[in-house]
């Protein structure tokens, strides 16, 4: 299985013409590119859009249909929001890359509920680790077979994959992903060997699903999109298997920033080695399922990023958060971090909302404006968040505009 890159040349001039903008007032659009100057504005987004199904085909089955109520909510929340480089989490993978074209074609590029259509000519896929078999018995039960013994938590290849949607050109033949990076080789890891055996132990996947880095070219220059889904902190026994694996996924991009030694372990799938160029712009998207203050995580695991040299972190917030954990009180009401942070609406009694989908630009890039997607109760918008049953997903579009050397 090969990454995979959609170009879709009809639609270059209508992105280029800027059809896409939102029409509501509830979400306001990335400034236009000053012309002529050094810099313009680019929002960059990431999503945790709940597009993942029980079987393998399934997504596929709803999106061609073009009328999923599910599906159609996620593209009006992105009609609105607009962003120019997206990242969906939780969008089940199919090696032909045909989920990230129905999706553009039967919903982007379709009006939702009277918004403008969205518009990207390019798409980026690539194989995860959800849902592949190891053959070997992760969870130590015994028995060798199951979505606890794959690569990655899933019931099927591909379950809970990433797609990269851009108005500008992804660079297919520099894009880097480490699907198959040894947990083992990261130095000073968290592994827990002694739960995992000496045998299973140097045959682990670091990443649950993959890490990529996906280069994007903004005028004559490049903006390194570091895309990621690390394993959720939870359904854990003793040994915390999955906060230590959460842990580490984050410091992955931790070590990748780190010019020199600190990087030289990471090996991508192309078998290169080292990190980023401390020179080049980035910026990580991704639901990393880790809150800074509340929660499961292990000690201090998004910390790590939000403290590095390297990165700033926008505080992106919503009001609709503030309302929620009001409303809802249970977790919520006890947590330290504060509301207003908050980017999924999680359930009660445990762990509650909290702050664990980020959009964290290189500190050199300059951030014109940030919000996470939740509108209050009775504002426009609010009937695509709303609580359980989620009408889209239980987490927010968390969105930073960027300016960016054109």
């Given at each position: 299985?090969?990454?995979?890159?959609?170009?879709?040349?009809?639609?270059?001039?209508?992105?280029?013409?800027?059809?896409?903008?939102?029409?509501?007032?509830?979400?306001?659009?990335?400034?236009?590119?000053?012309r002529g100057g050094p810099f313009q504005t680019l929002r960059?987004?990431?999503?945790?859009?709940?597009?993942?199904?029980?079987?393998?085909?399934?997504?596929?089955?709803?999106?061609?249909?073009?009328?999923?109520?599910?599906?159609?909510?996620?593209?009006?929340?992105?009609?609105?929001?607009?962003?120019?480089?997206?990242?969906?989490?939780?969008?089940?993978?199919?090696?032909?890359?045909?989920?990230?074209?129905?999706?553009?074609?039967?919903?982007?590029?379709v009006p939702q509920n009277g918004q403008s259509p969205a518009?990207?000519?390019?798409?980026?896929?690539?194989?995860?680790?959800?849902?592949?078999?190891?053959?070997?018995?992760?969870?130590?039960?015994?028995?060798?077979?199951?979505?606890?013994?794959?690569?990655?938590?899933?019931?099927?290849?591909?379950?809970?994959?990433?797609?990269?949607?851009?108005?500008?050109?992804?660079?297919?033949?520099?894009?880097?992903?480490?699907?198959?990076?040894?947990?083992?080789?990261?130095?000073?890891?968290?592994?827990?060997?002694?739960?995992?055996?000496?045998?299973?132990?140097?045959?682990?996947?670091?990443?649950?699903?993959?890490?990529?880095?996906?280069?994007?070219?903004?005028?004559?220059?490049?903006?390194?999109?570091?895309?990621?889904?690390?394993?959720?902190?939870?359904?854990?026994?003793?040994?915390?298997?999955?906060?230590?694996?959460?842990?580490?996924e984050i410091r992955l991009w931790v070590d990748y920033l780190?010019?020199?030694?600190?990087?030289?372990?990471?090996?991508?799938?192309?078998?290169?080695?080292?990190?980023?160029?401390?020179?080049?712009?980035?910026?990580?998207?991704?639901?990393?399922?880790?809150?800074?203050?509340?929660?499961?995580?292990?000690?201090?695991?998004?910390?790590?990023?939000?403290?590095?040299?390297?990165?700033?972190?926008?505080?992106?917030?919503?009001?609709?958060?503030?309302?929620?954990?009001?409303?809802?009180?249970?977790?919520?009401?006890?947590?330290?971090?504060?509301?207003?942070?908050?980017?999924?609406?999680?359930?009660?009694?445990?762990?509650?909302?909290?702050?664990?989908?980020?959009?964290?630009?290189?500190?050199?890039?300059?951030?014109?404006?940030?919000?996470?997607?939740?509108?209050?109760?009775?504002?426009?918008?609010?009937?695509?968040?709303?609580?359980?049953?989620?009408?889209?997903?239980?987490?927010?579009?968390?969105?930073?505009?960027?300016?960016?050397?054109?």
């Open positions: 299985m090969t990454p995979r890159l959609s170009r879709r040349r009809a639609l270059v001039a209508a992105a280029a013409a800027g059809l896409g903008l939102p029409a509501a007032a509830t979400a306001t659009a990335a400034e236009p590119a000053r960059a987004a990431t999503y945790n859009a709940s597009l993942n199904r029980g079987r393998d085909g399934q997504l596929l089955e709803d999106l061609a249909t073009g009328e999923d109520a599910q599906i159609r909510a996620v593209a009006e929340v992105i009609q609105i929001n607009s962003p120019d480089i997206l990242l969906l989490n939780e969008f089940d993978h199919d090696d032909e890359g045909r989920g990230a074209d129905l999706f553009r074609e039967k919903y982007l590029e518009f990207y000519p390019y798409a980026f896929t690539a194989p995860v680790n959800t849902g592949v078999p190891s053959g070997l018995d992760l969870n130590r039960d015994g028995t060798v077979g199951g979505p606890d013994d794959a690569w990655g938590f899933g019931q099927f290849p591909g379950q809970y994959g990433m797609v990269l949607l851009s108005r500008y050109p992804i660079l297919a033949d520099q894009v880097r992903t480490f699907q198959n990076l040894r947990w083992a080789d990261m130095p000073h890891n968290l592994l827990p060997t002694e739960f995992y055996g000496p045998e299973i132990s140097p045959q682990l996947r670091l990443s649950s699903k993959s890490h990529w880095d996906v280069p994007v070219q903004i005028g004559t220059n490049v903006l390194h999109v570091l895309a990621a889904h690390p394993t959720p902190p939870s359904f854990d026994g003793p040994e915390k298997r999955n906060q230590r694996r959460n842990h580490d780190q010019p020199g030694r600190r990087s030289q372990w990471i090996v991508d799938d192309a078998g290169t080695r080292g990190g980023l160029e401390p020179s080049a712009p980035f910026v990580i998207l991704g639901d990393l399922n880790s809150d800074p203050a509340d929660g499961d995580s292990w000690p201090g695991a998004i910390e790590q990023l939000l403290r590095h040299p390297r990165v700033q972190d926008p505080r992106p917030t919503s009001d609709g958060a503030v309302e929620a954990a009001e409303l809802q009180g249970g977790a919520s009401a006890e947590h330290v971090g504060e509301a207003r942070y908050d980017t999924a609406d999680f359930a009660e009694p445990t762990p509650g909302n909290l702050r664990v989908d980020y959009v964290l630009p290189a500190r050199e890039l300059q951030i014109a404006s940030s919000a996470v997607y939740w509108p209050r109760q009775g504002e426009p918008g609010s009937e695509l968040t709303g609580s359980h049953p989620f009408p889209t997903s239980d987490h927010r579009l968390v969105r930073v505009d960027l300016q960016v050397k054109a």
